[in-house]
């Protein structure tokens, strides 16, 4: 089946400086990949889609200087968390297209965040 | 725009109960429904997928029904045990050509011994 990993599973960082995380599409090309956040308690939400070789498409309210995001190739894509403050703190999910699978999406094991 | 709503938000039940967790969403013009099941502070496991031609879909204990006319969807579980304890999402991917999927606000599920 298709695989999708994250890396790191968990980070604990200083308020003020950046943190990246990886998504990876371990056995299969993911032109489109997605990433989301998530809250306590609360459900997905989609913060931006990631396509390959061109600039991510962010959804409103989500500031693209804050989240940097970068497709370089079809099997990586990276969110960097810039300037990480407190509230930044969350549980991030990647999530990659398989095209023709159905237009099924494979999801990360997701990135827990902690902002000191 | 989209909205995809789980209700209930939260459920309780004995070891042994088959049960229905219900999904609705207000826009029927989708192209499949997913069900996932969320662990605390783990990621997402693929359940089911229904593609908007199909009316259901089953895997072991659980079978996941579309009603795409009237926008719902229901996920069965039959003779519930305590590994199922987790919660449950639904999510919807929209003919709208962007591939995205909008999530429900989810139903956690608690079976008890």
């Known amino acids: 089946g298709a695989v999708v990993s994250q890396h790191p599973s968990r980070v604990i960082c200083k308020s003020g400086t950046s943190v990246k995380i990886e998504c990876r599409s371990l056995?299969?090309?993911?032109?489109?990949m997605f990433w989301y956040r998530q809250f306590p308690k609360q459900s997905l939400m989609l913060m931006a889609t990631?396509?390959?070789?061109?600039?991510?498409?962010?959804e409103q309210g989500v500031e693209k200087d804050k989240f940097l995001i970068n497709h370089a190739s079809l099997t990586l894509s990276t969110l960097t968390v810039t300037s990480a403050h407190p509230e930044d703190s969350s549980f991030y999910i990647c999530?990659?297209?398989?095209?023709?699978?159905?237009?099924?999406?494979?999801f990360g094991p997701g990135t827990r965040l902690t902002v000191l | 725009k989209q909205e995809v709503t789980q209700i209930p938000a939260a459920l309780s039940v004995p070891e042994g109960e088959n049960l229905v967790l219900n999904c609705s969403f207000t826009?029927?013009?989708?192209?499949?429904l997913q069900w996932f099941r969320q662990d605390p502070g783990k990621g997402l496991t693929s359940l089911l997928l229904?593609?908007?031609?199909?009316r259901e879909q089953t895997s072991g204990r659980l079978n996941a029904s579309l009603d795409k006319s009237s926008g719902r969807s229901t996920l069965y579980i039959a003779a519930s045990q305590p590994g199922d304890s987790a919660t449950y999402l639904c999510?919807?991917?929209?003919?709208?050509?962007?591939?995205?999927?909008?999530f429900g606000t989810g139903t956690r599920l608690t079976i008890i011994p």
């Open positions: 999530s990659a297209y398989l095209q023709g699978s159905n237009n099924e999406q494979f």
């Open positions: 229904i593609q908007s031609s199909q």
């Open positions: 826009d029927s013009a989708i192209y499949n």
């Open positions: 999510a919807v991917l929209s003919n709208f050509g962007n591939e995205k999927l909008t």
């Open positions: 990631s396509n390959e070789g061109s600039k991510a498409t962010y």
């Open positions: 056995d299969f090309q993911a032109t489109t």
